[in-house]
């Protein structure tokens, strides 16, 4: 069973596009919801994270939505560039841990130039 | 750079032989978590060791055990390797196991043939 489900599987925007990324759960015991950005050859890095407490945060061009009664979130990131390009996962955990980690399955993110 | 490194890079086994992977983890982080990421998955936590000892477990067999040094250095053995194993095997470390970011290293591509 797939805790928590991430779509689309891949997304390809143009330069200064905005990307959006949806990702949904089951567990309603999760209270923290960090996004992962992995480059080929490298390990996740966290990119931006949430607590159900906020329905919305922001980190530069860096956005993460928060649905608690859909248990729904999304990434957005504006002004898309080419250095954007990766393969990002939505995660969740619960009891605050911010290192057992239930990740999504990813999206492969391709901007062109 | 993450300041947390594994080795090997690249491993290739057989079925049915025993593996060691290894990672260094940050000075002064006491937890580690490793997590097994298949090709175009995400990773999937295997178990955590805080202050060296197991801190939580993810679905995977007995055959999946680990060791945490007092050095910030850890190991995850498999033993009795299956075909399915062949994965990018990921440790993480951070401070503590509760609200601090978890850094990841590049991790090992395990092929088991």
């Known amino acids: 069973q797939q805790q928590v489900k991430q779509s689309p599987q891949s997304l390809i925007v143009q330069k200064g596009g905005i990307s959006i990324i949806n990702c949904a759960y089951e567990?309603?015991?999760?209270?923290?919801f960090p996004w992962y950005q992995q480059f080929p050859g490298k390990g996740p890095a966290l990119l931006i994270a949430i607590r159900p407490d906020v329905s919305e945060k922001k980190e530069g061009r860096f956005t993460i939505s928060f649905n608690k009664s859909a248990k729904q979130f999304s990434l957005h990131i504006m002004d898309s560039q080419p250095g954007d390009s990766a393969t990002y996962f939505c995660?969740?955990?619960?009891?605050?841990?911010?290192?057992?980690?239930?990740f999504g399955s990813g999206t492969r993110l391709s901007i062109r130039p | 750079e993450t300041g947390v490194t594994q080795s090997p890079t690249h491993l290739i086994k057989t079925r049915g032989q025993q593996v060691t992977l290894r990672c260094s983890s940050q000075?002064?982080?006491?937890?580690v978590s490793w997590y097994q990421q298949a090709l175009g998955q995400g990773p999937q936590f295997i178990f955590q060791y805080y202050r060296e000892e197991e801190n939580g477990r993810g679905n995977f067999p007995p055959r999946f055990s680990g060791l945490q040094f007092p050095n910030y250095s850890s190991e995850l053995n498999v033993n009795a390797l299956e075909l399915d194993d062949s994965a990018l095997y990921l440790c993480?470390?951070?401070?503590?196991?509760?609200?601090?970011?978890?850094?990841f290293g590049p991790g090992t591509r395990l092929t088991v043939l």
């Open positions: 995660a969740a955990s619960k009891d605050s841990s911010a290192s057992k980690i239930i």
């Open positions: 993480a470390s951070s401070l503590d196991f509760s609200t601090d970011t978890q850094y």
């Open positions: 567990n309603t015991a999760f209270d923290y």
């Open positions: 000075s002064g982080h006491n937890t």
